[in-house]
């Protein structure tokens, strides 16, 4: 089983063409400054209007980074989001907190450089060693592509033999960054990870494209 997760959804269409794909998770944004960031209310009448059409609907995923702890449960508990993926330097703690002051679970993105390479061992010491900690605190993980002044949303992908074997050592994540519908099942069958996250590589014209989005799922659950 590999999950799917179509974020930057800021449309009601949007959602519920991913939710009829078959998508087990969609992600909202609510980072400011972002070009997919959406208005509370806005983001709350996508979840109202997916959870009332859609018999079982996927889960909704908040994206935030950085932002104040307050401000993070006030959106979780005013859009009725079942997670919160964040994406900056947030600690365990922090983590923690949402979880428990929510009641939603959490997705913490770990950011890889273009540079790092495996160990020799077969699991690399400085991204196993900031996942530990994460995974400790009970949060699900996503490995994305490092790029300096950005927060995720990348579009870039990084060297996928760093997640194979992670994947190898025993531990489960989402994998994002550059991610198509032409190359993830490349991805899928090469790193084996837990999940797969995609933004814009299923865009077209700055909203999420529906055939990129079945023929993504598709491509990433034929790969297994």
């Given amino acids: 089983m590999i999950y799917t997760k179509i974020c930057g959804i800021r449309r009601t269409e949007d959602a519920i063409a991913a939710a009829e794909a078959g998508a087990d998770f969609i992600g909202l944004v609510f980072v400011p400054e972002r070009r997919r960031r ?3 209310a806005a983001a709350a009448e996508i979840v109202c209007e997916l959870r009332t059409l859609i018999p079982e609907p996927p889960r909704v995923v908040g994206l935030f980074a950085d932002q104040p702890l307050e401000d993070v449960i006030e959106t979780i508990k005013f859009c009725g989001l ?37 160990a020799e061992n077969g699991i690399d010491g400085g991204v196993a060693t900031r996942l530990a900690p994460y995974r400790e605190a009970a949060c699900y993980v996503t490995l994305d592509r490092l790029v300096e002044g950005l927060q995720g ?8 033999e760093v997640a194979a074997q992670l994947s190898r050592g025993g531990y489960e994540f989402l994998l994002a960054g550059g991610l198509t519908p032409e190359n993830v099942a490349q991805a899928v ?21 529906e055939e990129k989005i079945r023929a993504f ?4 659950r034929a790969a297994l």
């Fill in 82 to 118: 079942d997670l919160a993926q964040l994406c900056g330097q947030e600690s365990p703690d922090y983590c923690r907190a949402i979880a428990e002051q929510t009641g939603a679970e959490v997705i913490k993105v770990l950011h890889v450089s273009a540079s790092e390479a495996a």
């Fill in 189 to 209: 069958q090469q790193v084996n990870p837990w999940g797969v996250d995609v933004s814009s590589g299923v865009e077209t014209g700055g909203h999420q494209d």
């Fill in 38 to 40: 959406l208005e509370l």
């Fill in 153 to 160: 949303g990348t579009g870039q992908s990084f060297d996928w």
């Fill in 217 to 220: 799922i598709h491509n990433a």
